[in-house]
């Protein structure tokens, strides 16, 4: 039985789906799809998925990758309407997805993906908007200015500030501490401070260091 990529490089959108499924419905089926000895796609996801469901039959040809084989259509003319139609259909399906580019930097170099030919335009696009993401969620120069002096400076982010309140007597004014959010209780049994008197927010920082 034929399996789905379990690392699949390509994203197919709707769009994408759309155009696959018009060619397979219109013009029945062009390219083959490529599977690997544990019967696993290896290219082809989005044909066989839409093949699948318009209940197309599946016809395995072996091979060890020494020769090439070729889809021939014996219904089709060079000078068919549906030949002309099939070409653009073939190739706008392949041009509507797109590669998975966080899940070809888990598996590959940077370097390797140049060599694959792959598009390096959206690698540098996706790293602008990483930035401009990060940068969003950054202390602005004002909100800087409202935190304790020594931690005015550094990388800390604002989902890293923690403050502690309390009911017992201490020396302190506050405790501003970072701490992993899933280590709560370990931080309870630290300080001796009941877990509703812990504050994870920000805002509340902000707030009781303007009153």
Excluded at 72 to 86: I, Q
Excluded at 113 to 118: L, P, R, S, Y
Aim: glycine share 6%.
């Amino acid at each position: 039985m034929i399996k789905k990529d379990k690392r699949n490089y390509r994203l197919h959108n709707e769009k994408n789906k759309n155009i696959i499924k018009k060619s397979l419905e219109e013009c029945g089926a062009g390219r083959s799809i490529l599977i690997d000895k544990n019967d696993e796609i290896v290219a082809g996801n989005g044909v066989y998925e839409q093949a699948k469901k318009l209940g197309i039959n599946i016809k395995v040809i072996e091979t060890d990758g020494s020769e090439l084989l070729v889809v021939k259509r014996t219904d089709l003319k060079t000078k068919d309407e549906k030949r002309r139609k099939l070409a653009i259909l073939d190739n706008s399906a392949s041009d509507s997805s797109e590669f998975d580019y966080e899940l070809l930097k888990k598996d590959f170099t940077i370097d390797e993906i140049a060599d694959f030919g792959v598009d390096m335009m959206k690698f540098a696009q996706g790293a602008t908007e990483l930035m401009q993401e990060l940068d969003s969620s950054k202390f602005n120069e004002s909100e800087r200015a409202s935190l304790p002096e020594e931690l005015q400076t550094g990388d800390i982010m604002p989902d890293e500030i923690e403050k502690i309140e309390s009911d017992y007597k201490t020396e302190f004014e506050r405790i501003i501490i970072t701490f992993p959010f899933d280590r709560q209780c370990d931080l309870e049994r630290l300080l001796g401070i009941p877990l509703d008197k812990i504050f994870y927010d920000f805002n509340e920082i902000l707030k009781k260091r303007g009153e």
